[in-house]
C-alpha cells in the first residue's frame, strides 16, 4: 500500500517561498513508469495540476505556474519537493501529493496524500 504525507509550515507570508515535502512509503519514486504529482485546491475551487516530477527525474509543469514553480526529488529520503515562490493570498489553498499526472496522459491519480492546509497571510 503506497502512502503520501504532505508537511511543511501551514502558514506563509506574501513574497515569500512555499515550501512543502511529500514523503512516500510502500513504493519508491523511481519505480518504472510513475509520476509524481502536486495538486492544489483554492478555497470553493476545483483542483489545479501544478506539475510533476517523473520516475527518471523529469520534471513537468503547469505552464500558468512554470514561472513560480520549482520541483525536486531526495530519492535517498523517498521525497518530493514543491516550492512556489513568490506567494500571494491566492495562493492560499489545500496541496496535494499525489501519484499519477493525467494531465500528462500519464496514468490517473491512484494515491493521494491527506492534503495540507496552507495560508498566505501576513
Known amino acids: 500500500q503506497v502512502q503520501l504525507q504532505e508537511s511543511g509550515p501551514g502558514l506563509v507570508k506574501p513574497s515569500q517561498t512555499l515550501s512543502l515535502t511529500c514523503t512516500v512509503s510502500g513504493g519508491s519514486i523511481t519505480t518504472n513508469y510513475y509520476y509524481w504529482s502536486w495538486i492544489r485546491q483554492p478555497p470553493g475551487k476545483g483542483l489545479e495540476w501544478m506539475g510533476a516530477i517523473a520516475y527518471s527525474g523529469s520534471i513537468y509543469y503547469s505552464p500558468s505556474l512554470k514561472s513560480r514553480t520549482s520541483i525536486s526529488r531526495d530519492t535517498s529520503k523517498n521525497q518530493f519537493t514543491l516550492q512556489l515562490s513568490s506567494v500571494t493570498p491566492e495562493d492560499t489553498a489545500v496541496y496535494y501529493c499525489?501519484?499519477?499526472?493525467?494531465?500528462?496522459?500519464?496514468?490517473?491519480?491512484?494515491?493521494w496524500g491527506q492534503g495540507t492546509q496552507v495560508t498566505v497571510s501576513s
Open positions: 499525489a501519484r499519477g499526472a493525467p494531465t500528462l496522459g500519464v496514468g490517473e491519480y491512484d494515491y
